[in-house]
């Protein structure tokens, strides 16, 4: 039934449609015939709101006076309803005479309506009726100038009288819907397509001016440090320099990264590498910075990490070193352990590397852990401050474009293990 009422159901259509139209379920109720939806015209004619119609029953719709012959009229509406879904052929309501509210003038006004309901099948089940569409034409001007008297009883000739034509049912209705929606959507996913390509370019261009003169910094301090009877005092000045120069390029690189992941511009370029060798190159790049905090640094890769896999080695490393360089920023003193297992699954034409970065730091309280991997979030505390909080995000991009996850354990105190899984071939011996 939902679905019926969806693929009918747009706010423009029940807007601006120009008739009195009624959607009404078919399925059983009580009391029975649930309105589900009306145009505003029809609330116009009615004097009605949508609250007060639509979730009532099509036999509640207007109230009882001493005028209205409540018993025939329920008696007539009813059957004719039922008959409609019977037989799943369209059904007339003889002329009908409804007492309406006016609120305007504070008094009932008699109307006359003519309608006709038309069976409308069930997208999910053709088999059935999911709903019946009533189209109602007033008839008071023509009852009031005795012109129906002749007719009231014969309503197919009344509605050849009245050129009462019903727009052959539900298929021009739901064409109407569909092509509606289907611009609608055309249109968003054009501004959405138009928003990620303009962002991407932002950025590309942005990060490129920057590291442009970054690079040239960094190279001509390079050049200093290598300066052998460079002063104490100045070889400080130029490591700082270096220092922050590096730090800077690497928000740059995460802040395009991020863009490129969020775009879907960043598109893997896998090769044939042993996940053992490049876990060793990240665990060689960050040994110096263990050292200075004196931190040890633990390494454990089981022996099937030396197989050869088809696996982005850029990627694969950003990823590794993203957790080594969290775990080292967060932790003051003891430990940093880095842990790998690969396992054959899909009958050995793949593998899972299963990649754990964990330390002996302070820990993470459990409200903040689901937060970790969002956009910006930094963990609060003194080095939060520190960096731009993508460097997760991108941890866990780059894992789901690797068909993988990654997942944190951590309590105040116990230090912190994240545990990151990617899938990749089985390289062969030709790769």
């Known amino acids: 039934m939902d679905n019926t009422v969806q693929t009918l159901d747009s706010a423009f259509l029940w807007e601006n449609h120009p008739d009195p139209i009624v959607v009404i379920s078919a399925e059983p109720t009580t009391p029975p015939f649930k309105v589900l939806n009306v145009t505003n015209a029809y609330l116009k004619a009615t004097h009605t709101t949508r609250e007060m119609v639509v979730g009532r029953s099509i036999m509640e719709s207007f109230p009882e006076t001493e005028a209205t012959n409540q018993e025939s009229g329920y008696a007539r509406v009813l059957g004719v309803m039922e008959r409609c879904v019977a037989t799943s052929a369209p059904t007339t309501l003889p002329i009908q005479k409804y007492d309406v509210w006016n609120p305007e003038t504070g008094q009932f006004e008699d109307r006359y309506w003519l309608a006709r309901n038309v069976p409308v099948l069930d997208p999910q089940d053709p088999s059935k009726i999911g709903c019946i569409y009533q189209k109602v034409q007033d008839v008071t001007h023509l009852k ?29 209705l739901a064409n109407e819907v569909l092509h509606h929606t289907n611009e609608r959507l055309q249109e968003a996913l054009r501004r959405a397509e138009a928003a990620n390509k303009a962002k991407e370019e932002f950025s590309a261009n942005v990060t490129h001016e920057l590291r442009t003169p970054l690079t040239a910094i960094l190279g001509y301090a390079h050049l200093l440090e290598g300066e052998e009877d460079l002063a104490p005092k100045y070889r400080e000045d130029v490591t700082e320099i270096v220092s922050a120069a590096e730090h800077l390029l690497e928000v740059i ?17 896998p090769k044939a590498v042993s996940p053992a060798d490049l876990l060793r190159r990240c665990a060689s790049l960050v040994k110096h910075l263990c050292q200075s905090k004196g931190l040890a640094l633990v390494t454990d890769y089981s022996e099937s990490c030396s197989k050869k896999l088809l696996i982005d080695p850029l990627r694969f490393r950003q990823v590794v070193l993203n957790l080594l360089g969290n775990a080292i920023k967060f932790t003051a003193r003891g430990w940093v352990r880095l842990e790998a297992n690969l396992a054959d699954v899909d009958g050995g ?49 780059i894992a789901n474009l690797m068909r993988g996850d990654v997942n944190v354990q951590s309590r105040l105190g ?18």
């Open 349 to 397: 034409a793949e593998a899972q590397v299963e990649v754990t970065v964990s330390d002996s730091g302070p820990g993470i309280a459990q409200e903040n852990l689901s937060k970790l991997f969002e956009r910006f979030s930094q963990v609060p505390g003194k080095a939060a401050s520190v960096g731009t909080g993508l460097g997760l995000a991108i941890v866990k991009r």
């Open 414 to 431: 116990e230090g912190s293990s994240c545990r990151v899984r990617l899938f990749a071939p089985l390289a062969t011996q030709q790769e």
């Open 253 to 269: 690189n995460q802040v395009l990264d991020f863009a490129k992941l969020e775009s879907g511009g960043l598109i893997l370029e």
């Open 144 to 172: 009031q100038a005795g012109k129906l008297s002749h007719l009231e009883n014969m309503p197919e000739e009344l509605l050849e009288l009245l050129d009462f034509q019903l727009e052959t049912s539900e298929i021009r």
